[in-house]
T-cell receptor, first 115, second 113 residues
């Protein structure tokens, strides 16, 4: 079974709709992240969470919100979706006790299309 | 701030050709360096990593050496296969205690038979 799962895998929605993307992990990691991937731009960090009570904005948080319901669950919401939020969204986790490297483990991604 | 620059693609090679994907970085302190690979329709997977200068990361025939003097971490493979077709991302993390990965824009590799 996958260690980091995302639902849904694909979603098409309309401008103005509220959308929630969900991420679950069985790795037992405290840190979780949400990224978006756009062609030619790499991955950009939206939000990150060090634990259930610690949530922080990343590079491109405008138009997004998150909820850390439990250590294993981290949801991303688009309050009012717009077409330029069409992208591939990835959830990731990491273990802060893993030493010098901040290796992150990624889910399979959610492809979101906003019409 | 931190940044990663990698060669733009797409790169198309014939099977068994030699691969180099260049990656250079700008960072404060002593970053850890990574190569991630994204196969079609999948998420990112860690391919290899190096945590200090002169370290060589290797996996699945791929290698990269952490060169502090040239701030580089070039990815190489001696003989590519069709199954290596993917997008490759160079990334860095600014050392112990850092939370963030900074990614390059990715290089798409296509290997043809």
């Amino acid at each position: 079974d996958a260690d980091v799962t995302q639902t849904p895998r694909n979603r098409i929605t309309k401008t103005g709709k509220r959308i929630m993307l969900e991420c679950s992990q069985t790795k037992g990691h405290d840190r979780m992240y949400w990224y978006r991937q756009d062609p030619g731009l790499g991955l950009r960090l939206i939000y990150y969470s060090f634990d259930v009570k610690d949530i922080n904005k990343g590079e491109i948080s405008d138009g997004y919100s998150v909820s850390r319901q439990a250590q294993a669950k981290f949801s991303l919401s688009l309050e009012s979706a717009i077409p330029n939020q069409t992208a591939l969204y990835f959830c990731a986790t990491s273990d802060p006790t893993s030493g010098a490297a901040n290796e992150q483990f990624f889910g399979p991604g959610t492809r979101l299309t906003v019409l | 701030g931190n940044s990663v620059t990698q060669m733009e693609g797409p790169v198309t090679l014939s099977e068994e050709a030699f691969l180099t994907i260049n990656c250079t970085y700008t960072a404060t302190g002593y970053p850890s360096l990574f190569w991630y690979v994204q196969y079609p329709g999948e998420g990112l997977q860690l391919l290899l990593k190096a945590t200090k200068a002169d370290d060589k990361g290797s996996n699945k025939g791929f290698e990269a050496t952490y060169r502090k003097e040239t701030t580089s971490f070039h990815l190489e493979k001696g003989s590519v296969q069709v199954s290596d077709s993917a997008v490759y991302f160079c990334a860095l993390s600014s050392g112990a205690g850092s939370y963030q990965l900074t990614f390059g824009k990715g290089t798409k590799l296509s290997v043809i038979p």
